[in-house]
């Protein structure tokens, strides 16, 4: 993976997470189109090939992709005290929100101003994912296998959730993971070898 050499200060990182943590509305998947703008439009901190390749580690790895996303980044630039500033910036405002909303949601819900408050962030959640994930498809490299790969998942999943069949998404992940090495390890050294070859 490429790495920026621009350079960040611990609290740069530290006051940047914290402000995404306040708007992460929708969680991780959300928040990559803020995480965008912010680290790789605005900043440069990184690219958006890099941000790809981040989200695609975040999301085989545990943990949230956001905290996983800050926690690469901080260490990227600042080793283990960029990875606890990052990392904590990010975790900091969403706890204190969290726990708050925790205390009054309740009492909250009983207003109908605030129930069509929270429709709204729905919506707009829902178009952040979208946008992102249309972002993210135009910096991922596309083959073959890629798009073969995106059409059979993307058809089981809808199969799936129309006939109720319980099939977790994790599964799709290993899948996916599996296929991939196999690709690498199978059949890319088979052709490499079939078309050295030929060329003799």
Known sequence: ?????????????????MKL???????????????KEEIVSKKGWMSDDELAEMVGLSESTPGPIAINLATYLGYQKHGFLGALCATLGVMIPTFFI??????FFQNL??????????????????????????????HTKSSGFAVILFLLVSILMIVFHYL????????????????????????????????????E
Request: no cysteine; aromatic share 12%; net charge positive.
């Open 109 to 138: 819900l009983q207003y109908e101003v605030v129930q069509y408050a929270f429709l709204g962030v729905k919506v707009a959640v829902v178009f952040l994912i979208l946008r992102v994930a249309i972002s993210l498809a135009k």
């Open 164 to 199: 109720k069949i319980d099939f977790s998404a994790i599964y799709f992940i290993l899948i996916g993971a599996f296929l991939g090495l196999l690709l690498y390890s199978v059949i890319i050294p088979i052709k490499n070898k079939q078309r050295k070859e030929k060329e």
């Open 1 to 17: 993976m490429r790495e920026s050499n621009k350079k960040v200060s611990l609290l740069s990182l530290l006051l940047t997470f």
């Open 21 to 35: 943590g306040v708007f992460s509305f929708g969680g991780g998947p959300a928040m990559l189109m803020l995480i």
């Open 98 to 103: 969290m726990f708050l909303i925790s205390m």
